[in-house]
T-cell receptor, first 112, second 113 residues
Framework: GESVGLHLPTLSVQEGDNSIINCAYS??????FIWYKQESGKGPQFIID?????DKRQGQRVTVLLNKTVKHLSLQIAATQPGDSAVYFCAENTNTGNQFYFGTGTSLTVIP | DSGVTQTPKHLITATGQRVTLRCSPRSGDLSVYWYQQSLDQGLQFLIQYYNGEERAKGNILERFSAQQFPDLHSELNLSSLELGDSALYFC????????????FGPGTRLTVT
């Protein structure tokens, strides 16, 4: 099966600092990646996505970087706020059967 | 609020029983996806329906089945329940069939005793 993994299960950052959450994927044929945020007691929330023909995509305070050479994906959150505390998942779409494979998640804690 | 609704929020049942989880997608979305989230497995894709037809199948057990109705709501049926089926079950929806920009509901927490 597909393998999408996260380098760090937990991450703590000071409020106002930048956060970087990493994700490794195994299928070089994957063509679409998504980052989700899941707050306690809620469903995952779409943050940002990127297609394999791009290296970088920016959103509001978030940037996703894709390195296809090493099959690595990262999510950068600028000026991290307490409301950013959540579990972050990366998901990979192999475009074969529309299946998405999710990593186990990284728990981000923002220290005030 | 994602616009995706799921009922019930909580469900407690005994082993061997059968339950039905319901999902209403966002207005205008044709695809519905079902996921299982357990502590040790993370988010696992189960199945996708697009405009009433099964589109993709993931790690769905034979004891589980789903369907999407003409009004686009979907139901996930879980039968012969086992303790290991205890988990959060999420429904997501998207406009198209490609899985892009899925919006998740709040989930149904199933506890099998």
């Amino acid at each position: 099966g597909e393998s999408v993994g996260l380098h760090l299960p937990t991450l703590s950052v000071q409020e106002g600092d930048n956060s970087i959450i990493n994700c490794a994927y195994s299928n070089s044929a994957s063509d679409y990646f998504i980052w989700y945020k899941q707050e306690s007691g809620k469903g995952p929330q779409f943050i940002i996505d990127i297609r394999s023909n791009m290296d970088k995509r920016q959103g509001q305070r978030v940037t996703v970087l894709l390195n296809k050479t090493v099959k690595h994906l990262s999510l950068q959150i600028a000026a991290t706020q307490p409301g950013d505390s959540a579990v972050y998942f990366c998901a990979e779409n192999t475009n074969t059967g529309n299946q998405f494979y999710f990593g186990t998640g990284t728990s981000l804690t923002v220290i005030p | 609020d994602s616009g995706v609704t799921q009922t019930p929020k909580h469900l407690i049942t005994a082993t061997g029983q059968r339950v039905t989880l319901r999902c209403s997608p966002r207005s205008g979305d044709l695809s519905v996806y079902w996921y299982q989230q357990s502590l040790d497995q993370g988010l696992q894709f189960l199945i996708q329906y697009y405009n009433g037809e099964e589109r993709a199948k993931g790690n769905i057990l034979e004891r589980f089945s789903a369907q999407q109705f003409p009004d686009l709501h979907s139901e996930l049926n879980l039968s012969s329940l086992e303790l290991g089926d205890s988990a959060l079950y999420f429904c997501a929806s998207s406009v198209n069939s490609g899985g892009y920009e899925q919006y998740f509901g709040p989930g149904t927490r199933l506890t099998v005793t």
